[in-house]
C-alpha cells in the first residue's frame, strides 16, 4: 500500500517537474567532455609526442579524461554493485530503491539510499541539484529524479558511467578516476585490481572518511563482487591506511619540467585554445605543441645526466643545454637541469644568470675586424699588462698564467687567450662592446663602464638561453632573430654584425691550427663535419661553457653549479666541451653539415709573418680580410734583416735611383695598422721602420723625421703617409698606416677605407 502511495507521489512530482528543464538538459555527451578541464596541461614535443605533465589548476586536482574502456573492468564492477545494483535496469530512478527507503524512513531503519549514479551524475552537472550541508531540500530531490530521467533519455549506460567516473569528487582535492588512482595508488585507471578498486568504490559514499569506515565499506564491496566463501578482508585496513596517506600524483612529470614551465608563462593566447591537434581521440585533454624534439631532448638529458656522474668527484652537480634551429630559431632541446643529480633541481639552468667567460671574445674579435680595427691576421703582443681603471690596477691573466708573446688575431681568439682580448677592448671601447652584445640579444644589466676591460673576458652575467642565441647569430651571418617555443612562419631578422666579420670569426672558430697552442689538435672540439665552437670558463671555475654552430643547429652547454661553488680542475675541453661534440655528433648522424659561404666583400690573400725570436711569428698561410684591409706581411719592430728574409711583397710605387739601385720601404706594410700598447707609456713607443737603398731620407706626412735605412719614430694616433725620399727630395717609395691608441675619441664617421 505504502509502496503504491510512494509511487503514485512521485509520478505525480515527475508530471509537475517536468514543465521545467534543467539548463544543461541539451547538453550531450560529447559536449560534457569537451567542457571537461583537468587540473594539468600536457606538453607535446613538435610530433605530438608528450614530454611532460605540468599541473596547471591549484584548486582542484584532476587527471585526464579517462575513456570506459581504459578503467578497469574491477573498477567498474564495484562502482555498479556499490552505488546502484540495478543501473543497467532502470531508466534513472530506482523505483524499488525509492520504494525500500520509503519504508525505511516510516520503520526508522537504515536503508542503503535511492540514489543512482545517473541521478548523481545530473547533481554533479548542474550546481542546483547538488546537496548542500544539511543534504538536499526536497524541491533538489525531484529536480535531480527528473534531470536524471532526461539523461537516461538522450545518453547511454556507458556514456553516463564513464562521465561519471570522471566527474565524481572522490577525497579532498581529488576528481575523477585518474587523479584517484593516480594519486592513491600510484598507476592508471586501467591497472586497478578489486582491492583497489574496492578501495576506490567506498570512497565514492564517504570521500573524506578515516581509514576504518573506509576499510569496513571496502570489505563489504569485496564481498559483493567475490564469492562470501573466497574472501579475504585480512590486511585491507592496514592497505587502505596506507593508500589514503599516499601522495604518488607528481605536480609535474616527465622530460622538460623547465620547458614546460618557461613555455606556458609565455604563451598569451589561452592554454584550452591549443589543444594537440594530434590527440582527436581525446579533445577533452589541455595540451600546448612545443618546437622541442622528443628524442633529441632525451638524448641531451642522458648525456649530460651520465657526463655529470664522470665528473661527480670534481664538485660539479648542474648542467643545462640548449638546442636551437639556425633558420626559424626553434628551441629544439631545453634541458634546465641535472635532475636528481642536483641540489637545485627547479632552477632553470636555461634561464639562469651567470658569468659567459670567455664565451664573447667572438663578438668582441668581429666587432674589431668590422671596425678595421685588427684583421685576422694583425698581431697582438700577449704579455703581461696592467691597466689603470677607476676601480684600481685591472691585471688580466691567460688561463695557463703563461704568455705566448707576438700572436695573430686569429691565434688569439681560437687558442682563446685573454690578454689579446682584453688588448683588443682597449681599441674597440667597453661602451661600444657593451652596445654590440646588446645587439646580438644580451641584454647586460650595466654599462660598458661598469664592467670595464673585464668584459672581454666575461665579467657580465648572461643566461645560456640568450647566448646560445647570440652564437646563432654567428652562424646567420650576423643576424639576429628571437628565439622561439612555438612554431612560426618566419623569424625576424635583424642585421646586428657586420657579414664579412661574421664570416672570418666563425672560420677562426671551425680552425683546429688556431686553437692548438691552448686545446691540441685532436680536441674535443674537432669534429668530422664543419662546426665553430668557443669554451669558456668564468672566474674561480665556477661556470664551463661550451658553445658551438653547425651549418643547421647551435647547441649551448652550461655545466656548474647552482649554488655557485666553484667546481674542482674542470676546464673548458672537461666540462661542457663533451657534452657538446656528442649532441653535435647526434644531430649530424644523418645529416651534413658544410662551410658558410664567403659573403661579398671578402678578400684572400697569402700572409707572412715576422720574426721573432730568431723564427717567424706563425707560419705563413692563406688569410681572409675585409676587403680593403688585406696586407701580405706582418711583423712588428723588424729591422732591416727581418725585413729581406720574409721579401715583402705588398704592392707600393717603388722608383729606382740615379745609381740604378732600387730603394724601398721594407717595413712596415703598406696599410699597417699600429694599436698603441696601453701598458707603455704613448712618449716611450716607437714604430720602426726599415728601407733598402742609398742615402735615403723618412718623411712622415711630408715632413722630414730621420735619415738612413732605418728610422724610428713616435706613434701618433690618426692616418699618416710615410715618403721614402732621396737627398733631392725625389720620392723613391711610399706606403700608408694607421695609428689607433686607448682613450683617443675619433669623430663618428664611417670606418677608414684602407688605401
Not at 651520465?306 to 631545453?334: C, F, K, P, S, Y
Request: contains cysteine; aromatic residues 6%.
Amino acid at each position: 500500500m505504502i509502496s503504491r502511495v510512494v509511487r503514485t507521489v512521485a509520478v505525480a512530482t515527475f508530471l509537475i517537474a517536468s514543465c521545467a528543464r534543467p539548463a544543461w538538459a541539451g547538453a550531450t555527451f560529447d559536449e560534457v567532455k569537451r567542457e571537461y578541464r583537468p587540473s594539468d596541461t600536457l606538453v607535446l614535443d613538435r610530433s605530438g609526442e608528450v614530454i611532460q605533465r605540468l599541473r596547471t589548476d591549484a584548486t582542484v586536482r584532476r587527471g585526464q579524461w579517462v575513456a570506459l574502456s581504459d578503467v578497469s573492468p574491477a573498477l567498474r564492477t564495484a562502482l555498479v554493485l556499490s552505488e546502484d545494483k540495478r543501473f543497467y535496469e532502470h531508466s534513472g530512478v530506482d523505483w524499488r530503491a525509492v520504494s525500500s527507503a520509503a519504508w525505511g524512513n516510516l520503520l526508522n531503519t537504515k536503508t542503503r539510499g535511492a540514489s543512482t549514479l545517473s541521478m548523481q551524475l545530473a547533481g554533479l552537472l548542474d550546481e542546483d541539484w547538488r546537496a548542500s550541508a544539511g543534504g538536499r531540500s526536497l524541491p533538489q530531490k525531484i529536480g535531480q529524479t527528473v534531470s536524471a530521467q532526461l539523461l537516461e533519455r538522450s545518453w547511454r549506460k556507458d556514456q553516463i558511467l564513464e562521465a561519471y567516473l570522471n566527474l565524481v569528487p572522490f577525497r579532498g582535492e581529488i576528481v575523477g578516476i585518474d587523479a584517484l588512482s593516480r594519486t592513491l595508488f600510484g598507476k592508471a585507471a586501467h591497472g586497478l585490481d578489486e582491492r583497489e578498486a574496492a578501495v576506490a568504490a567506498a570512497l565514492v559514499r564517504a570521500p573524506n572518511a578515516k581509514a576504518a569506515p573506509v576499510t569496513q565499506r571496502a570489505c563489504g564491496v569485496l564481498k559483493a563482487m567475490q564469492a562470501p566463501a573466497k574472501t579475504d578482508c585480512e590486511g585491507l585496513d592496514l592497505f587502505a591506511t596506507a593508500a589514503l596517506q599516499r601522495k604518488s600524483f607528481d605536480a609535474t612529470e616527465g622530460g622538460a619540467p623547465h620547458l614546460a614551465r618557461r613555455l606556458l608563462s609565455v604563451r598569451a593566447e589561452p592554454v584550452e585554445a591549443l589543444r594537440g591537434k594530434t590527440l582527436t581521440s581525446t579533445s577533452s585533454v589541455r595540451t600546448v605543441v612545443s618546437t622541442v624534439r622528443a628524442p633529441l631532448q632525451r638524448f641531451a638529458a642522458q648525456t649530460l645526466t651520465q657526463h655529470l656522474r664522470e665528473l661527480r668527484g670534481r664538485h660539479v652537480e648542474d648542467g643545462a643545454i640548449v638546442v636551437l634551429d639556425n633558420g626559424t630559431g626553434e628551441v629544439l632541446a631545453w634541458v634546465g637541469s641535472s635532475g636528481e643529480l642536483s641540489g637545485a633541481a627547479e632552477v632553470d639552468g636555461v634561464l639562469a644568470l651567470r658569468q659567459p667567460g670567455s664565451t664573447l671574445k667572438p663578438f668582441l674579435y668581429a666587432q674589431a675586424i668590422a671596425e678595421r680595427r685588427i684583421t685576422a691576421a694583425s698581431l697582438l703582443d700577449d704579455s703581461s699588462a696592467h691597466l689603470n681603471t677607476a676601480s684600481g690596477l685591472y691585471i688580466p691573466q691567460n688561463y695557463d698564467r703563461q704568455f705566448k708573446g707576438l700572436v695573430s688575431s686569429r691565434t688569439a681568439l681560437g687558442a682563446s687567450l685573454n690578454v689579446p682580448a682584453v688588448r683588443t677592448l682597449v681599441m674597440v671601447s667597453p661602451d661600444a662592446f657593451h652596445k654590440q652584445l646588446r645587439a646580438v640579444g644580451l641584454p647586460l644589466r650595466e654599462t660598458g663602464d661598469y664592467y670595464g676591460y673585464s668584459l672581454a673576458l666575461g665579467s657580465s652575467e648572461v643566461s645560456l638561453l640568450a647566448l646560445t642565441n647570440a652564437y646563432r647569430t654567428l652562424a646567420n651571418g650576423g643576424r639576429y632573430s628571437a628565439t622561439s617555443l612555438s612554431r612560426q612562419a618566419r623569424p625576424d631578422f635583424k642585421h646586428a654584425i657586420d657579414p664579412g666579420a661574421t664570416f672570418i670569426v666563425s672560420d677562426i672558430l671551425s680552425d683546429p691550427l688556431a686553437r692548438a697552442r691552448t686545446f691540441g689538435t685532436d680536441s674535443l672540439l674537432a669534429t668530422r663535419f664543419w662546426t665553430a665552437v668557443k669554451t669558456g670558463t668564468s672566474k674561480d671555475m665556477r661556470d664551463n661553457w661550451a658553445l658551438g654552430y653547425s651549418q643547421r643547429y647551435t647547441v649551448g652547454v652550461w655545466v656548474g653549479n647552482a649554488s655557485g661553488a666553484p667546481m674542482w680542475d674542470v676546464s673548458g675541453t672537461s666540462g661542457a666541451a663533451p657534452v657538446w661534440a656528442a649532441l653535435m655528433k647526434h644531430l649530424h648522424q644523418h645529416e651534413p653539415s658544410r662551410a658558410p659561404v664567403p659573403p661579398a666583400g671578402l678578400v684572400q690573400k697569402n700572409v707572412q709573418f715576422g720574426m721573432q725570436a730568431g723564427a717567424p711569428v706563425e707560419a705563413a698561410r692563406s688569410e681572409w680580410f675585409i676587403r680593403g684591409t688585406e696586407q701580405v706581411v706582418f711583423a712588428m719592430d723588424s729591422g732591416a734583416a727581418d725585413a729581406r728574409a720574409i721579401r715583402a711583397s705588398s704592392t707600393k710605387r717603388i722608383i729606382t735611383s740615379p745609381e740604378g739601385a732600387v730603394s724601398r720601404i721594407t717595413a712596415p706594410a703598406n696599410g699597417t695598422i699600429v694599436a698603441l700598447d696601453p701598458d707603455i707609456p704613448p712618449n716611450r713607443q716607437r714604430l720602426s721602420f726599415a728601407a733598402e737603398g742609398n742615402n735615403l731620407r723618412w718623411q712622415m706626412d711630408g715632413k722630414e723625421f730621420a735619415r738612413g735605412n732605418n728610422a724610428k719614430w713616435l706613434p701618433w694616433p690618426g692616418r699618416h703617409r710615410v715618403t721614402l725620399v732621396d737627398a733631392k727630395n725625389q720620392v723613391l717609395d711610399e706606403i700608408r698606416l694607421e695609428v689607433r691608441g686607448a682613450g683617443i675619441r675619433e669623430a663618428k664617421s664611417p670606418a677608414p677605407q684602407l688605401r
